[in-house]
């Protein structure tokens, strides 16, 4: 086991802070990369229909977005957050070691559902712990949350390989590894100590702000809105390139240039960081969200489409970057898992919402309905301009509308 770090007291960050918070990243998102595009043909191996395979993957979102804060908030209080990450790993563990039991409809239900529960708070935690990092010492946020886009990429593709040889069912198999490491890596995670009440954070201004402060609120909502219009991409866009004749490799490599744009983005987020403030990376990406998605029906052939997928960078990366750097800027330390929890529940809400949506939207309007998503990016854009405008008639909380803000 790694030894605990004792509470931060004005000392230099804990050893290798920056590689041990990365790795925590990559531990769940080797998980996702596996589970996100290979759970369903795991589900269909066991002869679920259509209904039965999206209730059980619309289940433990619903759940998600319950737990989360709940456990966000506790997590704040503990002497140690990086313990929530051992319990969420080892608990999760074993519903995935469950699952191996379970070949019926309503007991996979059941036990993905509860996996959903343990498995909801590891991803914010870690991102508490990176930004009290960002807080505390000046680490840079993209250089530690890059290496987990690039881990969810190499799973995707390792996956993707397995099943190819093997079939569906290598998943379960390749999630429990993946759920041993995201235990172990809740031993290695940095332990920085309770949530700082006091000391100023390094090179940022000290926010006077609460998780409460409308404009937080309103550009988190609005964000996520701006998020959920990924809905019809990730639930349709595999079914439009195939019907427009494009290979299962080519498809996979329009999926991982999206990843791999967004891991770029992370790369350069701390130039980006000294050059435009997290309002015009929001304001930025949401835009480039709308023509995405304006775009999107018009057959460009693959390149066009390997262009496209590129907006990732802007329509995700930039306004994930822009939200932790308002985060920072907004919120105190103290709240730090709080706001990471609520955050994750409007994501997990909105995104929700809008994947039980389009179907009904794909199958009524067909291509149409991408237009339908550049109309909710251009409503969450809008949300964002008036959070701006609340922040800027209240200098006081989160500082200003340039540098970190």
């Not at 983005?265 to 403030?277: M, T």
């Not at 306004?319 to 929890?341: K, L, M």
């Not at 995104?351 to 237009?371: E, N, P, R």
Request: aromatic share 14%; net charge positive; charged share 10%.
């Amino acid at each position: 086991m790694i030894p605990a770090i004792k509470s931060f007291q004005g000392e230099g960050a804990p050893p290798y802070f920056r590689l041990r918070t990365a790795l925590s990243y990559c531990a769940p998102l080797f998980v996702n990369g596996i589970a996100l595009p290979f759970f369903p043909v795991w589900l269909a191996g066991l002869n679920f229909n259509d209904h039965e395979i999206g209730l059980v993957l619309a289940i433990p979102m619903v759940v998600r977005v319950l737990v989360t804060p709940i456990i966000a908030v506790l997590a704040d209080h503990m002497t140690e957050r990086a313990d929530v990450l051992i319990w969420s790993g080892a608990l999760s563990l074993l519903t995935a070691v469950a699952l191996y039991w379970a070949s019926d409809f309503w007991p996979v239900l059941l036990v993905y559902g509860i996996q959903g529960a343990t498995y909801a708070p590891y991803v914010p935690v870690v991102e508490s712990i990176a930004m009290s990092g960002v807080r505390r010492w000046g680490f840079d946020y993209g250089s530690m949350r890059v290496w987990g886009s690039i881990t969810f990429i190499l799973s995707t593709l390792l996956g993707g390989q397995l099943i190819g040889m093997w079939g569906g069912s290598t998943v379960l198999p390749v999630m429990v590894a993946g759920f041993i490491l995201t235990t172990l890596m809740g031993f290695f995670a940095p332990r920085i100590g309770p949530t700082r009440r006091r000391n100023l954070p390094i090179n940022l201004q000290s926010p006077t702000g609460s998780l409460r402060s409308p404009h937080l609120l309103i550009t988190m909502i609005g964000v996520s809105i701006q998020q959920s219009s990924h809905a019809m991409l990730y639930t349709f866009a595999s079914i439009y390139w195939h019907k427009l004749g494009f290979s299962g490799a080519q498809i996979a490599v329009l999926w991982s240039i999206g990843v791999a744009a967004e891991v770029m983005v992370f790369f350069l987020s701390k130039k980006l960081s000294r050059r435009f403030s997290a309002w015009t990376l929001i304001f930025f990406g949401a835009s480039m969200c709308i023509v995405r998605w304006i775009l999107f029906p018009i057959n460009f052939g693959f390149f066009g489409y390997f262009v496209l997928q590129c907006f990732h960078s802007c329509t995700y990366a930039c306004v994930h970057t822009g939200i932790q750097r308002r985060i920072v800027a907004s919120v105190h330390e103290t709240q730090e898992s709080s706001a990471q929890g609520a955050y994750y529940f409007y994501n997990g809400m909105f995104l929700g919402l809008m994947t039980l949506a389009s179907g009904y939207l794909y199958a009524w309007l067909d291509l149409a309905s991408y237009y339908v998503m550049a109309g909710i990016a251009a409503f969450g854009l809008v949300m964002v301009i008036f959070a701006y405008g609340l922040q800027a008639r209240t200098p006081a909380i989160g500082g200003g509308a340039h540098g970190v803000s």
